[in-house]
């Protein structure tokens, strides 16, 4: 039997994403979730937003499992059985109208990051949104207390994790071909960022 795993965020955090992701996501075509976790995400967004197919993804097999064990209870047309996807490695992928990364890159090494926002740019096509969701400083300070410990504890696990900084962030996704659109403040003293895929350098007008 499939184990379904619990990430108890997922209930404080789904519904102010919910209502972002309404707004910035196209109104029909494939949405491509990186780091999906639990499957939890996944489930309740693929329900709410049902033109949308909804296609999970991790490197993990325990979430993997969870994921699908979710994914079979929900049994929902627009929820696609879950990607094995290291973000490191090219991405085996069909064609991407959207990606979604909900609390991935703090607890990643930074390369991680960077390959998000480079295969991200490869996939989608000119005036697709990524959207990144977690803590992040703000030119170098946090914007609470809590996640500056957080960062600290983030650190002590693995040096190579930690809140990233939003300039680094949107400097990072420049160079993958990426606008930053919005920032939006979420609960707990979490962001929703919005990058928006530009055209190609060849096709803007001069």
């Known amino acids: ?4 795993q619990e990430a108890p965020a997922t209930f404080r955090n789904r519904d102010p994403l919910l209502e972002v992701l309404r707004e910035v996501l196209p109104e029909r075509g494939t949405v491509l979730e990186i780091a999906s976790g ?6 309740y967004f693929a329900r709410r937003l049902p033109q949308l197919v909804w296609q ?3 490197v ?5 499992e969870s994921i699908e064990a979710y994914r079979q209870e929900a049994a929902l047309d627009n929820l696609r059985p879950p990607l094995t996807l290291d973000v490191c490695v090219p991405w085996q992928v ?9 609390n991935m890159i703090h607890i990643a090494p930074w390369r991680a990051c960077e390959a998000l926002l480079d295969g991200a740019g490869h996939h989608l096509p000119a005036g697709a949104p990524l959207v990144l969701y977690g803590p992040f400083r703000f030119g170098g300070i946090f914007t609470a207390p809590s996640n500056a410990a957080f960062d600290e504890s983030l650190r ?5 994790w930690g809140v990233r900084d939003l300039d680094d962030v949107t400097a990072r996704a420049q160079r993958a071909g990426f606008e930053r659109c919005e ?10 960022v919005l990058f928006v895929k530009n055209e190609p350098q060849s096709h803007r007008p001069r």
Do not use: F, Q
């Not at 039997?1 to 379904?4: N, P, S, T, Y």
């Not at 069909?94 to 909900?102: E, F, K, R, T």
């Not at 920032?183 to 929703?192: D, E, G, S, Y």
């Open 1 to 4: 039997m499939l184990r379904k």
């Open 38 to 43: 639990t499957g939890e995400h996944a489930v």
């Open 56 to 58: 999970p993804s991790d």
């Open 60 to 64: 993990d097999p325990i979430c993997l």
């Open 94 to 102: 069909d064609a991407l109208d959207a990606v979604v990364c909900i």
């Open 156 to 160: 002590r696990r693995d040096p190579r």
């Open 183 to 192: 920032v939006r403040a979420l609960p707990a003293n979490n962001h929703a």
